[in-house]
């Protein structure tokens, strides 16, 4: 079955570091690939997506690339501030419109 | 989030007394799914929704009942809670099938069973 793989946490940077939270996926055909962002207390939102290979996702400073041959989905972002200290998540759907897989999850701390 | 509700944010229950969530939506989508978010697992799907009255088991359904009588509420019943059922609750949202359309989630309901 599908599945999502993402690099263990916590994951603990210094303001204006560069970040990249690894995830890779398991899927038969053409899965859509996602990050969900949760802050503290609050419920996941999507933060971006890409639905084939090599489109890339971005939004607030974060890019994902959808790797087909590596079968992954890295999250970077060039320089991190501490308002961006929440837990994120990858996630896949599968091709034919499935339901979303979530990964296990990466909390990310920046410190000032 | 706007447009989505989830009640109650927390919740403390003993073991083997029945449980009900709910979720409440005000955006009239067609598809609604509960979720469970423990650590080292991330989110699971418990069981979603696909229209009234119209219910599916996700991965982890054991345990658990759902009811969905109107579009905007869709309820978690846990029948009779064990403390393998603490954790963390989402309800979450999507107009279409298609998951790329993406998913509006709640809050969340923390629920803690002793």
């Known amino acids: 079955g599908n599945s999502v793989t993402q690099m263990e946490g916590p994951v603990t940077l210094s303001e204006e570091a560069f970040l990249t939270i690894n995830c890779t996926y398991t899927?038969?055909?053409?899965?859509?690939l996602f990050w969900y962002v949760q802050y503290p207390g609050e419920g996941l939102q999507l933060l971006l997506k890409?639905?084939?290979?090599?489109d890339k996702g971005s939004n607030k400073g974060f890019e994902a690339t959808y790797r087909k041959e590596t079968t992954s989905f890295h999250l970077e972002k060039g320089s991190v501030q501490v308002s961006d200290s929440a837990v994120y998540f990858c996630?896949?759907?599968?091709?034919?419109?499935?339901?979303?897989?979530f990964g296990q999850g990466t909390r990310l701390t920046i410190n000032p | 989030d706007a447009g989505i509700t989830q009640s109650p944010r927390h919740k403390v229950t003993e073991t083997g007394t029945p449980v009900t969530l709910r979720c409440h939506q005000t955006e009239n989508h067609r598809y609604m799914y509960w979720y469970r978010q423990d650590p080292g697992h991330g989110l699971r799907l418990i069981h979603y929704s696909y229209g009234v009255k119209d219910t599916d088991k996700g991965e982890v359904s054991d345990g658990y009942s759902v009811s969905r009588s109107k579009t905007e509420d869709f309820l978690l019943t846990l029948e009779s809670a064990t403390s393998s059922q603490t954790s963390v609750y989402f309800c979450?949202?999507?107009?279409?099938?298609?998951?790329?359309?993406?998913?509006?989630f709640g809050s969340g309901t923390r629920l803690t069973v002793v």
């Open positions: 899927a038969t055909g053409y899965p859509s």
């Open positions: 996630a896949l759907s599968g091709q034919g419109a499935q339901k979303l897989v």
């Open positions: 890409a639905t084939k290979a090599d």
């Open positions: 979450a949202i999507s107009e279409s099938m298609q998951a790329n359309y993406g998913y509006t």
